[in-house]
């Protein structure tokens, strides 16, 4: 069994500032990770993925996540928030083995707004 | 065409309609899936399939029908939906099951 908790279901922040979107993941084999963004009326687009290979993952737009095995966690960041990063964001985690393998499963999503 | 595409891109139909959306991929993936996003819900997964094959179907209702003709297509057939049917459907293609999964722009269905 998988599943995915993000933290916040609203994240504000000032334009220049700091993005910190929260993903908690919980997987009973080793877990492909995911973060995606859904600007509105489109689909999914994908920021960032970790596989396996280093734990901090480099993704689009200035965006990067670091997989922390001990806390489960798999935080989004980005140092300085741009008007265009407004989006709902989506952590996503798919199971390597078993019955998880291959399925992604959702977390409920982040919507970031960006403040002038 | 490149990447995933869907049509149409917005829906309305009664509850005593038949209709289907397409959704058709350009990046020689062999796996295509459907996915639900209602409304203050997760994406829910609905079905998978591999090499035209389904290998899941997520215990949605028979109401919605998916159909695979090969690798690059795959349609969802609806007939006698309900109003909380109402959603955006998005369809997506990865290479393989364990693979990134690139998603379309999604169907907005509204059901009447």
């Known amino acids: 069994a998988q599943s995915v908790t993000q933290l916040g279901s609203h994240v504000s922040v000032s334009a220049g500032a700091l993005v910190l979107l929260r993903c908690n993941y919980s997987s009973s084999v080793p877990p492909y990770l995911f973060w995606y963004v859904q600007y509105p009326n489109q689909g999914l687009q994908l920021l960032l993925k970790y596989t396996s290979a280093a734990t901090l993952v480099k993704g689009i737009n200035g965006f990067e996540a670091e997989f922390k095995k001990s806390e489960t966690s798999f935080h989004l960041t980005k140092p300085s928030a741009h008007m265009s990063d407004a989006a709902e964001y989506f952590c996503a985690v798919s199971g390597t083995g078993g019955t998880s393998y291959g399925k992604l499963t959702f977390g409920q999503g982040t919507i970031l707004t960006v403040h002038p | 065409e490149t990447g995933v595409t869907q049509t149409p891109r917005h829906l309305v139909m009664g509850m005593t309609n038949k209709k289907s959306l397409k959704c058709e991929q350009h990046l020689g993936h062999n796996a295509m899936y459907w996915y639900k996003q209602s409304a203050k819900k997760p994406l829910e997964l609905m079905f998978v399939?591999?090499?035209?094959?389904?290998?899941e179907n997520n215990s949605v209702p028979s109401r919605f029908s998916p159909e695979c003709p090969n690798s690059s297509h795959l349609f969802l057939h609806l007939h006698t939906l309900q109003p909380e049917d109402s959603a955006l459907y998005l369809c997506?293609?990865?290479?393989?099951?364990?693979?990134?999964?690139?998603f379309g722009p999604g169907t907005r269905l509204t059901v009447l």
């Open positions: 997506a293609s990865s290479q393989g099951l364990a693979d990134t999964q690139y």
């Open positions: 399939y591999n090499f035209k094959e389904q290998t």
